[in-house]
């Protein structure tokens, strides 16, 4: 089993459109949870944290459930711009070492 | 802002040639990272460097050898580069041990024929 796994996708959406992805993780002694946003072609680059009480940052809300061992990213209100591929990330409890699930396509279509 | 520097941006090589990827990040961060993604896929890791001195193997470390040259540097080496290393390499660093953000470099991306 992969240490962190996600639905490739492609999750094709209008504009305005709620879309929710999730991410299970194997390694209960994951410690650290991260979602990261990578365009076409570029770099990563850091979403948002994810923390155990849940977190929103704008349109953006990530939750965390250790029983059943996934995170999750909830987009309202899809912006064209908000296309792109997103990442899982997860540590450990040393932090050094992180692991990428292989990403989630987002496109949103006008 | 440099952030992280990761020379080359692109290189072709031939199967059997060496190279080396480099990397240098001005944020004073302890720990440096590099990845590969190959089309359709995550990121996988590589080596790691936890601190300046220390290195350790990732998820497919084969075919690879790292040095952290210093604080700032942190280089990839192929030593006998096969078609299966074509991919993007990306080089990161990390300043927290337990949280903190990753900052990625813009990535090199490698050909072997």
């Known amino acids: 089993r992969k240490e962190v796994e996600q639905d490739p996708g492609p999750f094709n959406v209008p504009e305005g459109a709620t879309v929710a992805f999730n991410c299970t993780y194997s390694?209960?002694?994951?410690?650290?949870f991260f979602w990261y946003r990578q365009d076409c072609r570029k770099e990563p680059k850091l979403l948002m944290s994810?923390?155990?009480s849940g977190n929103e940052d704008g349109r953006f809300t990530a939750q965390l459930n250790r029983a059943s061992q996934y995170i999750s990213l909830l987009i309202r209100d899809s912006k064209l711009s908000d296309s792109a591929t997103y990442l899982c990330?997860?540590?450990?409890?040393?932090?050094?070492?992180?692991?990428f699930g292989e990403g989630t396509q987002l496109t949103v279509n006008p | 802002n440099a952030g992280v520097t990761q020379t080359p941006k692109f290189q072709v090589l031939k199967t059997g040639q060496s190279m080396t990827l480099q990397c240098a990040q001005d944020?004073?961060?302890?720990?440096m990272y590099w990845y590969r993604q190959d089309p359709g896929m995550g990121l996988r890791l590589i080596y790691y460097?936890?601190?300046?001195?220390?290195?350790d193997k990732g998820e497919v470390p084969n075919g690879y050898n790292v040095s952290r040259l210093n604080k700032r540097e942190f280089s990839l080496r192929l030593e006998s580069a096969a078609p299966s290393q074509t991919s993007v390499y990306f080089c990161?660093?990390?300043?927290?041990?337990?949280?903190?953000?990753?900052?990625f470099g813009e990535g090199s991306r490698l050909t072997v024929l």
């Open positions: 990330v997860i540590s450990r409890a040393s932090g050094s070492r992180l692991t």
């Open positions: 994810v923390y155990s």
């Open positions: 990161a660093s990390k300043g927290s041990t337990v949280t903190g953000e990753l900052f």
């Open positions: 390694n209960s002694a994951s410690q650290s």
């Open positions: 460097s936890a601190s300046e001195g220390t290195t």
């Open positions: 944020m004073n961060h302890n720990s």
